[in-house]
């Protein structure tokens, strides 16, 4: 059954403090994992694509990276304007249909 | 970037009354929009798959008759939650993938919350 674990549930750092969110899948024929920041209230933000293992993508004080079997997103020094839930989606056809874990609930105290 | 509008953002309504919400894509067409139902701290559930001139494909365990989702144009997608009940109550909402887009890359709608009393 395909499907997309995000761990931890949810992570409190200190401001400053990096750490990496971890998303894995499991995915007959992976055409793509898409990155998300969803703030309380509001739609999912888009950040990044990333379509091939070895593929890495950058944005600020965040850096996503793909393996075979999951993928990560650091988050290096992070500031309290960071704190969001965080989810992670596989795409599942090429009709652009979604799987999506269930996020990591991401907290940043200064 | 590839901006998405939702409309209504909050919606209150009386138990069996029927309520539409509007999902347009601003600056890019949409051949696809999905529509997705989001519950308190859980992730996002897809409801259905629209495409421009088709009729919509839903998940299995969403209601068709329920919810009507109408593509008509390239930039705008419709759900209409008809005879609405309490349990109906939740956070929707609706994302588009466009051609013009690189790699089925989908951007979301700011959400639309409902509550039925």
């Known amino acids: 059954e395909d499907q997309v674990t995000q761990s931890p549930e949810a992570l409190r750092l200190q401001e400053g403090e990096s750490s990496s969110l971890n998303c894995s899948y499991t995915?007959?024929?992976?055409?793509?994992l898409f990155w998300y920041r969803q703030d309380p209230g509001k739609g999912p933000e888009f950040l990044f694509t990333?379509?091939?293992a070895g593929e890495e993508k950058e944005k600020e004080r965040l850096k996503a990276t793909l393996t075979k079997k999951e993928s990560f997103l650091h988050i290096t020094a992070p500031k309290p304007e960071d704190s969001a839930t965080y989810l992670c989606?596989?795409?599942?056809?090429?009709?652009?249909?979604?799987?999506f874990g269930q996020g990591t609930e991401l907290s940043v105290k200064p | 970037g590839a901006v998405v509008s939702q409309h209504p953002s909050r919606v209150i309504c009386k138990s069996g009354t029927s309520v539409k919400i509007e999902c347009r894509s601003l600056?890019?067409?949409?051949?696809?929009m999905f529509w997705y139902r989001q519950f308190p701290k859980q992730s996002l559930m897809l409801m259905a798959t629209?495409?421009?001139?088709?009729?919509?494909?839903?998940e299995q365990g969403v209601e068709k008759d329920k919810f009507l989702i109408n593509h008509a144009s390239l930039t705008l997608s419709t759900l209409t939650v008809t005879s609405a009940h309490p349990e109906d109550s939740s956070f929707y909402i609706c994302?588009?993938?466009?051609?013009?887009?690189?790699?089925?890359?989908?951007?979301f709608g700011p959400g639309t919350r409902l509550t039925v009393t």
């Open positions: 994302s588009a993938l466009g051609l013009a887009l690189p790699g089925y890359e989908q951007y």
């Open positions: 995915v007959s024929g992976l055409r793509g």
């Open positions: 990333l379509y091939s």
């Open positions: 989606a596989v795409l599942y056809n090429q009709g652009g249909k979604l799987i």
């Open positions: 600056d890019f067409q949409a051949t696809t």
């Open positions: 629209s495409n421009e001139g088709s009729k919509a494909t839903y």
